[in-house]
T-cell receptor, first 116, second 111 residues
């Protein structure tokens, strides 16, 4: 149980393109999902907390107008990187957990984004 | 002081040895602790979780928690080259479901 699916796994596109990444909880409902970014050989960095039916909570330094998050249902959160530039190239990972304070995170397989 | 600290390594151990990975945290109210393994280019996967002081064993893995000293460790017995990865420590602060991750320790198990 607790499977998280993330799509697409890899995106290569031109600078200025907007890219949407989907994160789905397949066998459970997730009122909260998390979006992370990881640059090569660096640690996992939390970008934002996605809350079903309400606005996402962004970490300091993350531009909310650049990284649009929509969590319209209990099983789907999307991250849109708007007008992507080469510096946005990174590994984006989502996670979700079952309800409760002591639940571990279950991660999607990640999306490798390359902006040319 | 960072909330969750890990030595970035790399920690190099020979095949068959015990690998010991350590993590310290700053919030005394933290209640749940997790170890994740991340292979290069992949997303993290859960290895162990522990909530109570003491040891918890699962196969070759043992998690150890000492809340008084605010550290949690992961022991990997009979280390294999396939254990070579980055190990992330995560802590849920008291009353929160939001995990805080350490920067990870790179483990290399050489034949």
């Amino acid at each position: 149980g607790a499977v998280v699916s993330q799509h697409p796994s890899r995106v290569i596109c031109k600078s200025g393109t907007s890219v949407k990444i989907e994160c789905r909880s397949l066998d459970f409902q997730a009122t909260t999902m998390f979006w992370y970014r990881q640059f090569p050989k660096q640690s996992l960095m939390l970008m934002a907390t996605s809350n079903e039916g309400s606005k996402a909570t962004y970490e300091q330094g993350v531009e909310k107008d650049k990284f649009l998050i929509n969590h319209a249902s209990l099983t789907l959160s999307t991250l849109t990187v708007t007008s992507a530039h080469p510096e946005d190239s990174s590994f984006y990972i989502c996670s979700a957990s079952l309800q409760g304070l002591n639940q571990p995170q279950h991660f999607g397989d990640g999306t490798r984004l390359s902006i040319l | 002081q960072k909330e969750v600290e890990q030595n970035s390594g790399p920690l190099s151990v020979p095949e068959g040895a015990i690998a010991s990975l350590n993590c310290t945290y700053s919030d005394r109210g933290s209640q749940s602790f997790f170890w994740y393994r991340q292979y290069s280019g992949k997303s993290p996967e859960l290895i162990m979780f522990i909530y109570s002081n003491g040891d918890k064993e699962d196969g070759r893995f043992t998690a150890q928690l000492n809340k008084a000293s605010q550290y949690v460790s992961l022991l990997i017995r009979d280390s294999q080259p396939s254990d070579s990865a980055t190990y992330l420590c995560a802590v849920n602060r008291g009353g929160s479901y939001i995990p805080t991750f350490g920067r990870g320790t790179s483990l290399i198990v050489h034949p």
